[in-house]
């Protein structure tokens, strides 16, 4: 049972509906992560913002699956890893891999996600140097901050709230 009530559509202020039915229409149904975050409008509308910011990156949508479930992982958040595991599989990415990318191991990104969440930014000089080594570079290690924050956010917000998991169950 969820810590904070998810708002309903028909509850949510002029500020938030828009917000909430753009979110509705896009994905297909109105996930709860979105309708917890309604109660603060201008956290729900920065929110967006970013992620439509961060869906500009140079970054791949399979570069940034592995990004949001090493994050997702480390962060011990049961909701985002099941929406993510949904998106990743959309994305292209089989069972295993996901599975792999939230250990951190499927990728360079999804190491630095991981190494980065765990160090809460306090990387060594060694894994700055592997990051670069495979390909990643400083625009990239800057882009993979940024979607590590965004990711951390929902994290941080479901793990308090506990928000009901209204994604496929995972593995």
């Known amino acids: 049972m969820s810590r904070i009530v998810p708002v309903n ?4 202020t002029e500020a938030t509906r828009p917000m909430l039915e753009g979110i509705q229409k896009k994905i297909g149904f109105l996930p709860n992560v ?5 109660h603060a409008p201008s956290v729900l509308a920065s929110y967006m913002q ?5 869906s500009k990156t140079s970054l791949s949508d399979l570069e940034k699956e592995s ?3 090493a994050t997702s992982q480390a962060n011990g958040c049961d909701y985002c890893l099941a929406a993510h595991t949904l998106f990743a599989g959309k994305a ?6 996901i599975l ?25 000089n060694e894994q700055i140097a592997e990051a670069r080594a495979a390909g990643i570079n400083d625009a990239k290690i800057i882009e993979v901050i940024a979607h590590v ?19 496929p169950a995972i593995s």
């Not at 990104?109 to 160090?119: G, V």
């Not at 990711?151 to 998991?165: E, P, R, S």
């Open 9 to 12: 559509l028909e509850q949510a």
């Open 34 to 38: 979105f309708r917890v975050l309604a």
């Open 50 to 54: 970013s992620s439509v910011a961060l």
């Open 67 to 69: 990004i949001f479930l």
């Open 92 to 97: 292209g990415y089989k069972q295993n891999e």
């Open 100 to 124: 792999s990318a939230r250990e951190g191991k499927l990728d360079a990104f999804a190491r630095l996600a991981k190494q980065i969440t765990e160090s809460r930014g306090h990387l060594t």
């Open 149 to 167: 924050s965004s990711q951390t956010l929902t994290n941080y917000l479901n793990n308090v709230a506990l928000t009901d998991i209204d994604f």
